[in-house]
């Protein structure tokens, strides 16, 4: 997938020029760039179509599972008290220096989202399980948002862009937000199945080599 970058408190810098963080960044990277068109169709199609209307299903598993095969820690703890393990109090994902946390939820948990991170970086009363230097946001762009079937509601790249200047005060730590575009070959159609509202996959009918593969028992032609 393509994507755009907004950085905070020189994020980006220290990702793309800390040594402890640059193979990090690489991987991050790399696991947004890896994610196809055709991935997102064949797991939507085959799992998520007939009860999902959007692609923020697909999304999250293809993120998931690569996140995971690079050996990042998946549902990290912040804290190691028992009282601040329930989910609200995990990060996405956590490997070594960086939080990483994915924002294709409400719009009401966009600041919570970004002062996850910083709270894994900063020190605390409360003892930590995880001691993070920066942080990660990946979130849907508006048009990510718009072409992708996701609900009005979600938070978008934009919106948690204009959370920060507000909370400069309290986002003490390097940040780094990274939102997706919409696929290039496609885009989802909602539609009612009975009180439920789906999302169908249309193909864009200039995108010759998907068609091929559709027509070609899921098999790109090159």
């Not at 064949?42 to 299903?57: F, G, M």
């Not at 909370?167 to 009180?195: A, D």
Request: charged share 25%; net charge positive; proline share 3%.
């Amino acid at each position: 997938m393509d994507y755009v970058i907004h950085s905070h408190r020189h994020g980006l810098t220290v990702m793309q020029n800390d040594t402890s963080c640059i193979p990090l960044w690489d991987e991050i990277i790399d696991v947004v760039t890896s994610i196809s068109d055709k991935d997102i169709y064949e797991l939507h199609t085959r799992s998520y179509q007939h009860r999902n209307k959007s692609l923020s299903s697909a999304l999250n598993t293809l993120i998931k599972d690569r996140f995971i095969n690079k050996g990042w820690n998946y549902e990290s703890n912040i804290f190691n008290d028992p009282k601040y393990t329930h989910k609200s109090w995990r990060l996405d994902f956590a490997k070594e220096a960086v939080s990483l946390e994915v924002g294709f939820n409400h719009s009401g948990t966009i600041a919570w989202n970004l002062m996850k991170p910083v709270i894994a970086s900063e020190l605390n009363h409360v003892e930590k399980a995880i001691q993070t230097r920066i942080g990660v946001i990946i979130c849907a762009t508006q048009e990510l948002k718009s072409s992708g079937g996701f609900d009005n509601a979600v938070g978008t790249y934009e919106q948690y862009v204009n959370y920060l200047n507000p909370l400069r005060v309290q986002l003490t730590t390097p940040l780094v937000i990274l939102g997706l575009k919409k696929p290039e070959s496609l885009s989802v159609k909602l539609y009612k199945k009975g009180n439920r509202t789906l999302g169908k996959i249309l193909i864009k009918p200039s995108k010759l080599k998907l068609i091929s593969y559709l027509k070609n028992g899921y098999k790109l032609k090159r």
